[in-house]
């Protein structure tokens, strides 16, 4: 499969790849969903919504500190290294993330369409002004916003939460557009992001998952890796250059 895929996209000049938290797993990243996943603790609707926040704030930012401490002290991996060199490979490569954490742009990804926000940045919960404050918040005293007094929160996106639309029209226009569209490392349930994939495929898009469980997407996947990501898309990457560097060679 790897050869076939590879020989796709060495002739393909639009390609858009969509990534969740499987892709930085193999960074030291929890996931969501499954047996290791936040969400086997944690109910989302107890920590990932305004509900939760107006309810307990402290507990919300006790889990944004814990989580912010443990992302920054982990590294970009090869499967976020080979979607950034996807960038210089195609004429088009448009990379849309779920995940909030940074990786794509720490491993070298110069634009990056991030649909849930950015766990690194605060913003007013009232006003939605960007907000310009420590990373660690004390829970029992969380800062307000200097324009309206409203509470500070991170710049994500809860259930519940409309997502930046110009964000959500960039990323559906790459999905429109996309010869090839690489799920990577989402469980494929959460929308937006999940309707993409679909978008992608009416389109005439050849849709590629590399995600070592099956998914609701996995079987309108044209094709299904069962492997990481991180050990997967570097092969995938050095295969489609062989092949193009064959196809230079060859006499027509
Ligand atoms: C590996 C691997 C390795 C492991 N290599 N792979 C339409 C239908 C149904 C519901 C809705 C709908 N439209 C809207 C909704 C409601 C809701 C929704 O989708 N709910 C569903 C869960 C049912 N959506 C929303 O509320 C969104 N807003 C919205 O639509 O606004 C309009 C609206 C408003 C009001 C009413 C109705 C509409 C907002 C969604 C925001 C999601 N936010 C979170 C938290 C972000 C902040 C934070 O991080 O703190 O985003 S939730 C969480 O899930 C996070 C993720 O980005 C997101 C997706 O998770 P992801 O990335 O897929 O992770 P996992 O853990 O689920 O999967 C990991 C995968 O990796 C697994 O499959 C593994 O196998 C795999 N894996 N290791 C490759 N090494
Ligand atoms: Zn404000």
């Known amino acids: 499969m790897l050869d076939t895929i590879a020989e796709i996209m060495a002739a393909s000049s639009v390609v858009a790849a969509l990534t969740g938290a499987g892709i930085s797993a193999e960074s030291g990243v929890p996931t969501f969903r499954g047996n290791e996943g936040l969400w086997a603790k944690f109910r989302p ?45 195609f004429d088009r490569f448009t990379l849309i993330t779920q995940n909030v954490d940074g990786l794509h742009a720490a491993a070298g990804s110069k634009q990056v369409i991030e649909l849930h926000g950015n766990i690194h940045r ?24 200097g324009h309206c007094g409203g509470k500070i929160r ?17 990323a559906f226009a790459a999905a429109e557009e996309a010869q090839v569209f690489l799920v990577v490392g989402t469980s494929a349930l959460v929308h937006p992001a999940a309707s993409l994939p679909l978008v992608a495929k009416r389109q005439g898009a050849i849709l590629v998952e590399i995600n070592p469980e099956d998914t609701p997407l996995t079987p309108l996947a044209n094709y299904h890796i069962s492997e990481k990501s991180g050990v997967f898309l570097p092969s995938l990457l050095s295969r489609i250059t062989d092949v193009r560097a064959t196809r230079k060679v060859k006499p027509s």
């Open 45 to 89: 609707e107890d920590l990932a919504s305004m509900e939760a926040f107006l309810a307990n704030p402290k507990i919300v930012w006790e889990w944004y500190n814990w989580r912010r401490e443990l992302m920054a002290g982990v590294l970009p991996n090869d499967g976020h290294r080979a979607l950034a060199a996807c960038e210089s490979m």
């Open 122 to 145: 605060n913003k007013c919960a009232d006003c939605n002004r960007p907000v310009d404050s420590a990373l660690q918040i004390d829970p029992r005293q969380i800062p307000t916003c």
């Open 154 to 170: 991170p710049d994500v996106v809860w259930f519940g939460e409309m997502l930046d639309s110009a964000v959500t029209d960039e």
